[in-house]
């Protein structure tokens, strides 16, 4: 499937950019083209909310790692002031902008985990802690294994995060190379020409099993359990995206 996002391999920098463009779309502002999220994002929110159950509990601390300015952060913003979590949210000061103020709701301008304030005074105290579509940028812009790491020191006993909406590039290829995958991108691309995979081939920046393994791998080994989940078969991606949730015992 050649079809390829406009909006790859950008940066926290370009999405200052982004969010003060006025000629785009709220999906776009965040990375994605209309038709990957629009129409889509309740039933996403609800695939979340399946999965971090502290979310549906009361007083909890929640923290979203890069919630953007789409309509999924202003769905967490009324979940949470509805359950009386107080919520985090970190990102640049122009996407930040784009989202309302509210007495439970603090926000922190910054590349996240270059915040110590919030690192230090909140270390082991999120009972919630969501980073959406957000992995694949933190290739670009931080070190990969100190994300995971400062992010599960932030875990409170029993709190949970998800690392949700990661573009596998091994679930990818195993997608498009099956009859179903194959039909999808004659279908999609219109064409009868069969789409273009290359197994055990290293792709340069890009996420693979071996990424996803290896933070399962590195959360376990610092005494959390982390599980791959499967995205609900509703979701716009789900056919060749996944999350991670790791749980603080």
């Not at 202003?74 to 107080?86: N, S």
């Not at 190379?177 to 290359?198: C, W, Y």
């Amino acid at each position: 499937m050649s079809s390829k996002n406009p909006f790859a391999n950008i940066g926290f920098e370009d999405f200052r950019r982004l969010a003060a463009d006025q000629n785009l779309t709220k999906y776009e502002r965040i990375g994605f083209p209309n038709s990957y999220r629009e129409g889509y994002e309740p039933a996403i929110f609800a695939d979340i909310c399946s999965k971090v159950l502290h979310l549906s509990a009361q007083d909890k601390k929640v923290l979203d790692i890069g919630p953007g300015c789409s309509d999924l952060p202003l769905m967490l913003i009324e979940l949470c002031e509805r359950q009386r979590h107080a919520l985090t949210l970190v990102d640049n000061q122009e996407m930040l902008d784009l989202l309302p103020d509210t007495s439970t709701t603090r926000k922190v301008a910054a590349l996240y985990p270059n915040c110590p304030e919030l690192i230090e005074l909140d270390k082991g105290s999120f009972d919630a802690i969501l980073c959406y579509s957000v992995l694949h940028y933190v290739l670009v812009d931080t070190a990969f294994f100190r994300f995971l790491d400062t992010s599960l020191s932030l875990l409170a006993p029993g709190g949970q995060m998800l690392i949700g909406d990661i573009p596998n590039i091994s679930k990818r290829k195993r997608f498009f190379a099956s009859e179903t995958g194959i039909r999808f991108h004659q279908e999609f691309m219109k064409t009868n020409d069969l789409p273009v995979v290359h197994f055990n081939q290293v792709e340069h920046d890009q996420i693979d099993d071996a990424v996803v393994m290896a933070i399962v791998q590195r959360a376990r080994a610092q005494g959390f359990d982390a599980y791959v989940l499967p995205q609900h078969p509703s979701l716009p991606m789900a056919n060749r995206r996944e999350d991670i949730l790791i749980h603080r015992p």
